[in-house]
């Protein structure tokens, strides 16, 4: 899993899965959800994410793996 900020767009997408995504869901404004070819959640993609989403702080609790951070 990986997660992406965008500061240029303020978007914040949630990479689920290595799948390709072959479809998009917008379940409510600015909040789209990817699917793969068997209808998988393979991402999440939220616009504005700055009003929709604490990002400043990012706690991960008894997280089943390992940890690598990027800083760009």
Known sequence: ?????Y???DSL?????EKTSVESKEISEGIVLD???DGN?????I???SKKVQLK???LSKFPADIHTVST
């Open 57 to 59: 702080e990012l706690t």
């Open 47 to 49: 616009d504005n994410a």
């Open 13 to 17: 997408y949630i990479d689920l899965s």
């Open 1 to 5: 899993m990986k997660l992406n900020y």
């Open 41 to 45: 959640l393979v991402g999440i993609d």
């Open 7 to 9: 500061p240029e767009t």
């Open 35 to 37: 699917y793969d070819a």
